[in-house]
C-alpha cells in the first residue's frame, strides 16, 4: 500500500477517508469532498477497520455492524479508487492489541466528553489514525462533523506531530428527520428508532431557547432540564451533554449563539451521539 500511495501522492493527489465500515450516505458524502480535493486525477482511498484499540471493555466491539461485500459496492459506485481493509495482524503484532506497546495520546482536546465517558477510546482513535497516515500518506484526509469532538482532536494531533496534509470536517449527514447518520443505527427497532429522535430534538430546544430569551442562558440549567427532557423518552438514558467553545472544546458556563452543544444518549443497549452550533 505505501509504495502505491507515494506514487499516487507524488503523481496526482491523494484523499483518505478513514471508516468502520457498514458506510452510509454520510460516509459516501465524504468521499465526494475528498474527491473535490484531489480534483478528477487523484486518488481516493476510503479505510475500513474496526479497531479494536478505540473499544472499551464492555462496549459493542464484537457487535459492531461488518459487511464487506456491500461496502465494497457501495464504494464502486461511489467512485471510491482503493478500499484499504486492513486486518488486525496488519495493524498490530501477532492482531492482538494487548501486545502492542506504542500509543498516540493527545493530552488535552480528548479529556472532556467521549474521553471522560470512554477513557480509552481517544488513545486508540488517534494511533490509529495516525497509523492510517503512516500507511497511506493521503495529502487530504476527510473526517465527518457527527464525531465533533474526534475530528478537533485529530486535528490537533495533525499539528502537533507535523503531519503533512489537510484535515477537512464535513457537516453531520442527517436522515429527514433530523437523526444523524451512523452505522450504530442498525441497531435501534422501530421503536427505538423513533425514540433516537431525541438527540436532535435537544438540539433544536436548546437552539428555540436561545432565540426566544435573546440572551445567555446558564449552562447547568438546561443540562437539568435537558436530561428530564431525554429521560421521558422510556427507552433513553443521558450519559452527558456539554456546551462548549467550537475551536478550543473549552466548556462553556452561558449557552448563547454560536455555542457549541454535543450530548450522548443510550437508546436501549445502543449509544448514540450527536452535536451542533447553536444558531
Not at 61 to 87: E, I, Q, W
Not at 101 to 106: L, P
Request: with cysteine; hydrophobic share 40%; glycine share 6%.
Amino acid at each position: 500500500m505505501q509504495r502505491l500511495a507515494q506514487k499516487w501522492r507524488r503523481e496526482n493527489g491523494l484523499g483518505l477517508v478513514p471508516t468502520m465500515g457498514y458506510l452510509h450516505a454520510g460516509h459516501l458524502s465524504l468521499v465526494k469532498l475528498a474527491r473535490r480535493q484531489v480534483g478528477p486525477n487523484g486518488r481516493v482511498v476510503l479505510s475500513i477497520y474496526v479497531n479494536p484499540a478505540q473499544f472499551g471493555p464492555n462496549e459493542d466491539f464484537s457487535r459492531y455492524p461488518r459487511d464487506l461485500t456491500r461496502d465494497l459496492k457501495l464504494c464502486r459506485s461511489a467512485g471510491v479508487d482503493v478500499v484499504f481493509a486492513p486486518s488486525d495482524e496488519e495493524m498490530y503484532p501477532r492482531g492482538d492489541v494487548g501486545a502492542f506497546s506504542t500509543f498516540v495520546e493527545e493530552q488535552s482536546l480528548s479529556q472532556a466528553m467521549e474521553g471522560a465517558s470512554r477513557p480509552t477510546h481517544f488513545r486508540g482513535v488517534t494511533t490509529v489514525v495516525a497509523k492510517l497516515f503512516n500507511i497511506v500518506l493521503p495529502q487530504v484526509a476527510v473526517f465527518g462533523a457527527k464525531d465533533y469532538q474526534q475530528a478537533t482532536v485529530i486535528k490537533r494531533m495533525v499539528r502537533d506531530l507535523n503531519f503533512p496534509l489537510k484535515i477537512i470536517v464535513a457537516p453531520t449527514f442527517r436522515e429527514p428527520d433530523g437523526l444523524a447518520m451512523s452505522s450504530r443505527n442498525k441497531y435501534l427497532t422501530e421503536d427505538l428508532r423513533a425514540q433516537a429522535l431525541i438527540l436532535w430534538r435537544s438540539i433544536q430546544k436548546v437552539g428555540a431557547a436561545v432565540r426566544q430569551s435573546g440572551k445567555s442562558i446558564p449552562a447547568l440549567r438546561l443540562k437539568t432540564e435537558l436530561k428530564q427532557f431525554i429521560e421521558r423518552e422510556p427507552a433513553a438514558k443521558l450519559d452527558y451533554v456539554e456546551f462548549f467553545e467550537s475551536d478550543t472544546l473549552l466548556p462553556a458556563a452561558k449557552v448563547r449563539r454560536g455555542t457549541h452543544m454535543a450530548l450522548a444518549v443510550l437508546i436501549g443497549k445502543t449509544r448514540l451521539i450527536d452535536n451542533a452550533r447553536i444558531e
